[in-house]
């Protein structure tokens, strides 16, 4: 991976998961839907029983997608994880064993072959990546035809919890710094309409849908407060602003508290799929 190819937001996105590695799968991995499961087991959910599928994982982070496929299908499931952080792909290694091929390479430039995967997923991830059309049209060109594309992305509605004062703290605090927000979301990931427009018979996808749906999670303040450590946003403050958020936040949090003295933290998803046509 050339890193002087790399933009300001990649770079950044290296320089927190050199630091944070994991950090994605400690905030997602234990909140649930109101189903029962969680994001990871949403998409894992996707790759088909019995015969063999190459699934590919892009922006695979620690692998715990990769994992939570294992688990569902065994050894029926040759499978791929693919992430521009060699320090993920590092913890990746370490959790998956030897039977998975990871690749160190953005996903603007993969590097199989055509039609080589039966299902695509991506947990968190492909709303960072610049340029989703070269992703997606890479992600069409690795897939046989018939083959499945899934991405879990931020954007869903999410009652007002924890998570909703943390962002409440987070704006006051730049607000009041004179700064912006933190922008690394691309713009197509901002509505259900933009997801769509880039996976309609143009793009050579169909039966497109977005589903929206709410992860939760139920912590003490002061272990939601650990994970909102692990947000992008953090890293983007100086120490002082991070000071001034933690205790707008502690403070907003404490009237939510429930008789065990924990606080709901719930945060808005949209899943969208589409087969590949042929």
Known sequence: MDAAALSPNERFLLDFHRSHAGATSEFFGPA?????????????????EGDEAVVLDVGCGDGLLLERIRLRRGSCATRIGLDMSADELAVAARRL??????????????????????????????????????????????????????????????PSDGFACFVGSLRRTLRAA?????????????SSQALL??????????????????VSRREAPARLWELMLLTYDMDYLSPGEVERVRRDFLDAVEALRDAEGTVGCSIGLRQFTARKRG
């Open 97 to 158: 064993g030897p039977d998975v091929l990871l690749l160190n390479e953005r996903a603007q430039a993969i590097s199989l072959p055509p039609a080589s995967v039966d299902v695509a997923l991506s947990h968190m991830a492909l709303m960072l990546m610049g340029d989703p059309a070269s992703v997606i049209a890479e992600i069409h060109r690795v897939l046989r035809p018939g083959g499945v594309f899934s991405a879990i992305v931020d954007g869903g509605p999410a």
């Open 32 to 48: 649930r839907t109101p189903e029962g499961g969680d994001s990871y087991d949403r998409l894992a959910a996707l790759v088909p």
């Open 197 to 214: 427009a880039h996976l309609d018979e143009a793009a050579g996808f169909s039966d497109a849908r977005v589903e929206e749906l709410v």
């Open 178 to 190: 004179g700064r912006p927000p933190l922008q690394l979301v691309h713009p197509t990931f901002a």
